[in-house]
């Protein structure tokens, strides 16, 4: 089976190995797609591996989307070019489709946060510059009546561990969503831009740190990018110098979202 290493954890001491042990005998690791028996927890086995459309290069220089055709580095795609965004480079894991997208509902509300480490690995590979860059890691926010229905931000679960990994101070209050929106799932671009605008502030206290910083915004699924295009504006508008964003998937052509 294909195996897929997660992030190095806190919990490394020989103690932690042996229960690590112990429970994967007891309840053997599966597929995060599919369900079958896998050699390590969060991964795919070799038939969702390769049904999987992980991105790469040939891509959009700014918000990432995959190119067919490598028309060298720097370019950007038409809706870039025409409606800039105010982030300044996106990175996605994979593409979404039905498989992925079983992954990401279990995990944002399946209290299926063991696969976090595993989706975080993903991006790890997906954004490595965008890591290397980065001055500070901070989460989409949740409002704090979904978060307490939710019990966690799938967010920070995600951008923990990339934080630790790459030596970076992990921010988990820099943004605040001040106004509870509607959910984007069947919203319309222009109406997801609508629904999110005035949402979030930057959290007073972390003000004065983010002066001239280039802060890494981390989320599960980039659809129309209206979310992070909000935040990254406040973020501008309150000193950040840039704004980027990784997340586990995004919405490309030919697939769909519920």
Not at 150 to 170: C, D, E, K, T, V
Not at 234 to 254: F, I, N, P, S, Y
Request: overall charge positive.
């Amino acid at each position: 089976m294909m195996r897929l290493d997660p992030l190095p954890s806190i919990a490394t001491t020989l103690p932690a190995q042996l229960l690590t042990v112990a429970l994967n005998f007891v309840l053997p690791p599966r597929c995060a797609s599919c369900g079958v028996q896998t050699g390590s927890t969060g991964g795919l086995c070799t038939k969702c591996w390769i049904q999987a459309r992980f991105i790469a290069a040939p891509q959009c220089s700014q918000c990432g989307y995959p190119f067919e055709l490598d028309f060298g580095e720097g370019v950007r795609c038409g809706p870039c070019l025409s409606r800039p965004p105010y982030f300044d480079r996106a990175r996605a894991a994979v593409a979404y489709d039905d498989r992925i997208g079983h992954i990401v509902i279990a995990f944002k509300h399946g209290d299926r946060a063991d696969l976090a480490p595993g989706l975080a690995a993903w991006m790890r590979r997906a954004g490595g510059e965008l890591l290397q860059d980065a001055d500070l890691v901070a989460p989409v926010p949740l409002h704090r009546r979904r978060l307490f229905s939710r019990r966690y931000n799938q967010s920070s679960l995600l951008g923990q561990p990339l934080a630790r990994a790459a030596g970076i101070p992990f921010i988990g209050d820099l943004v605040i969503r001040q106004r509870e929106t509607d959910s984007q799932g069947h919203l319309s671009p222009a109406a997801r831009r609508r629904n999110v605008e005035g949402a979030f502030h930057v959290a007073a206290h972390h003000k004065d740190m983010l002066k001239d910083k280039r802060v890494l915004l981390i989320d599960d699924v980039l659809t129309t990018g209206a979310t992070v295009n909000a935040i990254a504006r406040r973020l501008k508008r309150e000193g950040a110098r840039a704004v980027d964003v990784l997340t586990v998937t995004r919405v490309v052509r030919e697939t769909n979202v519920s």
